[in-house]
């Protein structure tokens, strides 16, 4: 049985805290995505690739089985909806929380409390979906790909849904953050299949991620 695995990762904060986890496994990323155009990258183990990939798409390669794991956060595991995908272990990385924010000055509670129909712009559209029908406030979604914070301040939409580590970048847009919908962090994501078949391989990795990721946090 062939046993070599595919590992996907995205650039950014997912990769650069993979790696430390990597190397508790004893695995080294002999390339720097950031520092080369290559999208498979080797490793120390001749029997490990890493395949670099954007963020929303990593379930989507696991999934299919053209990546045996990879490391994806809630956020992005909520929105593909974690079909075909095992879930062993919350990697404790890439931590932020997913919140509702407005323009400072926005009234949101008496909006809310009036049953008005919120506009809400976000890339979050079913994790926002669940949470304003939850609290049976009427909204209508307006799907973005990125740069959130500009929907108030132009009148696009009255709220965002958007991720949020330190707040910086909401309080440089004059943004209030008004609810706060859940906690994210990033999870190992493995191919079912792959589970099954390249156990004896993949096993020993998903331990070792495991035992690693406790020191986070
Ligand atoms: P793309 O850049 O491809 O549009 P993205 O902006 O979601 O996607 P990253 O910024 O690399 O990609 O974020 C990857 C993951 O890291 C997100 O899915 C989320 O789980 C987490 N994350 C996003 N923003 C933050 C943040 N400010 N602090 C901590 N973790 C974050
Ligand atoms: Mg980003």
Redesign the pocket.
């Known amino acids: 049985m062939n046993q070599t695995l595919t590992l996907a990762l995205?650039?950014?904060?997912?990769f650069d805290e993979t790696l430390p986890l990597l190397e508790a496994a004893g695995i080294h990323v002999t390339e720097d995505p950031e520092k080369s155009r290559k999208l498979i990258l080797t490793t120390s183990d001749p029997q490990l690739r890493v395949v670099i990939v954007?963020?929303?798409d990593v379930p989507t390669y696991v999934q299919y089985g053209a990546a045996d794991f990879g490391v994806?956060?809630?956020?992005?595991l909520l929105e593909h909806g974690g079909e075909g995908l095992y879930q062993p272990v919350d990697l404790q990385i890439?931590?932020?929380r997913m919140s509702v924010a407005v323009q400072a000055g926005f009234d949101y509670a008496s909006a809310v409390r009036q049953g008005a129909r919120l506009r809400v712009a976000t890339k979050y559209v079913q994790v926002a979906r669940e949470h304003f029908a939850a609290k049976g406030v009427h909204v209508d979604l307006i799907k973005l790909?990125?740069s959130m914070e500009l929907g108030p301040l132009v009148g696009l939409s009255d709220a965002i849904v958007d991720?949020?580590?330190t707040g910086s970048t909401l309080r440089a847009n004059h943004l209030v953050e008004v609810e706060h919908i859940m906690e994210?962090s990033?999870r190992l994501v493995v191919n079912q299949a792959a589970l099954k078949l390249k156990r004896e391989k993949l096993q020993p990795i998903v331990d070792a991620f495991a035992k690693a990721s406790l020191r986070e946090k």
Do not use: N, T
């Open positions: 995205s650039k950014g904060r997912i954007r963020a929303s994806a956060g809630k956020d992005v890439a931590k932020c790909y990125g991720l949020v580590s994210i990033s």
